[in-house]
């Protein structure tokens, strides 16, 4: 009888460690083996968020979600998730908690990013929230897009394409024998036409050349020495009739003044007028042989282009059959 007494009284006592040790168990799980604080924060969107959600700080685990409260504001609704963290555990009042998974295979958790204050929030505060990255949402928007930008722009750009090669070629089917018909048409005519004009462009070229020939000719050394002569013994000769010119002017002006003026000087009048004849006397001589010779080149200039037309274009003088007696 004590030993069945025993027997019951060890079981018992299995029993009550096994008790023990699941709760110590579940509770080293949940993470709820200690004094923790509490803090809360808000979302639009809670997917994978429940009870016993890990929250993490910078990817080392220091708690757990407790709830998720829907809540009405301002005809929105939004989910409050309160999640308590070991106790005295210091989170800066500008970090940011996310909902997000490590991989992809593993499950959500609300991961704590470290900001740069260094003051802390207290126990029972609001964490500010971050929008949850979502990768097969983010794929499933970009699928989305994809798609509208095939059916918006891709399939009207194929079909636009396929029209223009159907042109193409039909164009080429019905008319592309006329068109390289006419192309070898131009060509052969073309190639007909390039010696005729190569022959033009030759011909063209040697009449500049004996043309360019025929002025050096005409521009000689000798030519222009003696139209530099010409030039030169007129250019004296007109001085030496504006000089004439200016006399007579001062003459004219002396009668003017002796026909207005009868009492004026007679004898200062002769004076000037004997002064301007002498002066007239002195340079006649020279005033003559300029003209004379002026006269005599021009004489022998005209009788050479007379009897020769191509000394204009530099030709050798045509030589003088005159008799001389």
């Known amino acids: 009888m004590r030993s069945s007494k025993i027997n019951y009284l060890i079981v018992g006592l299995f029993v009550i460690a096994m008790i023990v040790g699941l709760v110590g168990s ?13 803090y809360y924060t808000v979302y639009d969107n809670v997917t994978g968020v429940k009870f016993g959600t890990q929250v993490v700080y910078e990817g080392y685990p220091i708690g757990q979600v407790e709830s998720v409260t ?11 998730v309160d999640f308590t963290v070991t106790e005295e555990w210091r989170i800066p009042e500008d970090r940011q908690v996310e909902i997000a998974a490590p991989n992809l295979l593993s499950a959500v958790a609300l991961q704590i990013h470290a900001g740069v204050s260094t003051t802390a ?15 097969f949402g983010a794929v499933s928007s970009l699928t989305e897009q994809l798609a509208n930008l095939i059916e918006a722009d891709a399939k009207p750009l194929i079909r636009h394409v396929t029209a223009t090669v159907q042109d193409i070629q039909a164009l080429i089917t019905s008319d592309g024998n006329v068109m390289i018909r006419d192309i070898t048409d131009l060509v052969r005519d073309i190639t007909e036409r390039i010696p005729v004009i190569a022959d033009d462009i030759q011909a063209f070229a040697g009449n500049m050349e004996t043309v360019s020939g025929e002025i050096m000719k005409v521009v000689s050394p000798k030519n222009l020495q003696t139209i530099e002569a010409i030039l030169a013994q007129m250019d004296r000769s007109t001085k030496e009739f504006d000089n004439v ?66 000394l204009l274009l530099g030709g050798t003088p045509q030589q003088d059959q005159e008799q001389r007696p």
């Open 245 to 310: 010119l200016a006399s007579m002017d001062k003459v004219l002006e002396d009668l003017d003044r002796l026909v207005v003026d009868p009492k004026a000087d007679i004898e200062t009048t002769l004076a000037e007028t004997r002064y301007i004849v002498e002066s007239v006397s002195r340079h006649i001589d020279s005033i003559n042989q300029n003209m004379e010779s002026a006269a005599r080149n021009m004489n022998e200039f005209s009788r050479q282009i007379r009897g020769n037309p191509g």
């Open 70 to 80: 829907p809540q009405d504001r301002n005809n929105r609704m939004e989910f409050r």
């Open 121 to 135: 929030l207290s126990p029972g505060e609001r964490v500010n929230s971050r929008a949850a990255t979502n990768v």
């Open 26 to 38: 579940i509770a080293v799980l949940t993470g709820r083996t200690g004094t923790v604080d509490g």
